[in-house]
């Protein structure tokens, strides 16, 4: 299953279209709704892939929510050969995805919980 996939670039070059994916881990928020599941429910049930050539598993694995797909914009650097950008391109993944479960901890942190006051 690939990390990230780039779609695109700008007609000048200076930017790329990149979808990627972050793996969520399989555990409890603070209701005691695994991540996986508050996520797709979250996202409305479903999470469809933005990327025309997604993989029959990867497709699965974001339907599970065993995946979160995410787009960003990289902007590339003048002058810069392509596996400086690959390097770039694996290091902001990572950086990216620190970002992003660590936001969805706290934004799914008590996803499901009801409580009837007695």
Do not use: C
Request: aromatic share 10%.
């Amino acid at each position: 299953m690939a990390d990230y996939h780039v779609l695109s670039g700008s007609t000048d070059g200076n930017t790329l279209n990149v979808v990627a994916h972050f793996a969520v881990p399989s555990t409890l928020n603070q209701a005691g709704v695994n991540y996986r599941v508050a996520l797709i429910q979250y996202l409305g049930g479903e999470q469809k892939s933005q990327v025309p050539f997604i993989t029959t598993q990867e497709q699965e694995a974001l339907n599970a929510g065993e995946v979160y797909e995410r787009t960003y914009t990289f902007y590339t650097h003048p002058g810069e050969t392509p596996g400086q950008k690959v390097t770039r391109l694996d290091s902001l993944h990572g950086q990216e995805r620190t970002r992003l479960l660590a936001q969805l901890e706290l934004q799914l942190a008590y996803w499901g919980y009801s409580r009837a006051i007695p």
